[in-house]
Every structure is written in C-alpha cells, then in structure tokens.
C-alpha cells in the first residue's frame, strides 16, 4: 500500500486546513488509518484514527473538538479537517494505514504503511 500526503502549509492561528492522504495499491476498506504528527525536536504523536467503514473515530485530547478526521473508501482517500490551528500544532503529519491486529489504533509501531509526511507550519 502507498500512501500520499498532502494539504500542508502556512497558515495564521485560528486558520484552517485540510489534509488528504491518497491511498493505491490496497483495499482502502480493508484498514484502520491514522494521523500522526512529529514537532521539530519531539518524538511522533497521536493525533486521530478511524475505523474500517469511518464509524468509529479517536481523537487525541489535544486535538478534540478542532480536528476531524474521515475516510472516503470510494475514493479510497484519509483526510484530516483542521480547524482553530494554534502554533502548538506545527509539525509534519504522517497519515498511517493498517494497525495490527490486536494493537494498540494510537500506538505509531502497530501502523504497517505510512505516507511521507506533510508540513502543517502555524504562525501566531
């Protein structure tokens, strides 16, 4: 499965963006996926996951009530909703895809596939 981030960039606290994370290669359907994030100088966090057909979502305390995060199996397409950025945000997300069965959704080690990452940058 290859997976492909993209809708990072500059943006003013209390901005929005969103982040699309296209998958190829594997049945969309078939996984759990993931947002993470990594802040220059911080190890990768948990930021949000969603279940197979996207009934079931988990959101990190920090994120709560900011972020969304969905899924479009037709379009076999993970996007993350982000709203009232705070500086606190910046970081490069990583979108993650199919957690091992039995693991942990918010541990980063059970993901098997991860995009590239893209750099979500928020000025105060």
């Known amino acids: 499965v290859q997976l492909q981030a993209c809708g990072g960039g500059l943006v003013q606290a209390g901005g929005s963006l969103r982040l699309s994370c296209a998958a190829s290669g594997g049945t969309f359907s078939d996984y759990i996926m993931g947002w993470f994030r990594q802040a220059p100088g911080k190890g990768r966090e948990f930021v949000a996951t969603i279940s197979l057909i996207g009934s079931t979502t988990y959101y990190a305390d920090s994120v709560k009530g900011r972020f969304t995060i969905s899924k479009d199996n037709a379009k076999n397409t993970l996007y993350l909703q982000m709203n009232s950025l705070k500086p606190e945000d910046t970081a490069v997300y990583y979108c993650?895809?199919?957690?091992?069965?039995?693991?942990?959704?918010?541990?980063?080690?059970?993901?098997?596939?991860w995009g590239q990452g893209t750099k979500v940058t928020v000025s105060s």
């Open positions: 993650a895809a199919d957690v091992t069965r039995g693991g942990s959704w918010f541990g980063d080690i059970n993901y098997h596939y």
